[in-house]
């Protein structure tokens, strides 16, 4: 703050004295050698400070075209990530449909084959109580016909002593 104060006041008085020597200059009296240094500084001042508004004011437009130009980009990669979302959004849900609906096959199928090996294993299990039965029997039979076998043999035993 002290700094503004102070370089407003070193302008003015810079200012007023700028203005007396050009005053004196066309009054036509003579200016000193510091003078007129001071008038050279003063167009030289003025003249920086013409060129640096200038550049100032040439580089805040190419700024804001920059900032025009980068927003523009932004917008356009926006909408383009935008569009992509949107696709990659409609390919999941058709990924995700297709697989529900392979999962629902798959699992029809899972459940068909349950059905159809719990009808065989039922049919296994009928055909071995037949086969156990027949085991049974067969083995009823076969003692039956040990036994007979035996009697026969002790009977022709007997009959040779």
Do not use: C, F, P
């Amino acid at each position: 703050m002290v700094e503004l104060i102070t370089k407003s006041v070193v302008d003015q008085i810079i200012a007023q004295y700028v203005k007396n020597i050009i005053e004196k200059a066309q009054a036509g009296k003579k200016l000193s050698d510091w003078e007129v240094g001071i008038l050279m500084m003063d167009n030289i001042r003025t003249h920086l400070e013409y060129k640096l508004e200038n550049n100032r004011k040439e580089l805040d437009t190419k700024i804001e075209l920059v900032r025009d130009e980068l927003n523009a980009k932004i917008e356009v990669t926006r909408k383009d990530l935008e569009a992509r979302i949107a696709g990659l959004d409609a390919k999941i849900e058709t990924t995700r449909k297709d697989l529900e609906a392979r999962i629902a096959s798959l699992d029809s199928k899972i459940e068909a084959i349950k059905n159809e090996l719990g009808a065989k294993i039922e049919g296994l299990d009928k055909r071995l109580s037949n086969v156990e039965r027949n085991l049974d029997g067969l083995r009823a039979s076969l003692d039956s016909l040990r036994d007979n076998v035996i009697n026969t043999l002790v009977e022709e035993l007997k009959k040779r002593l």
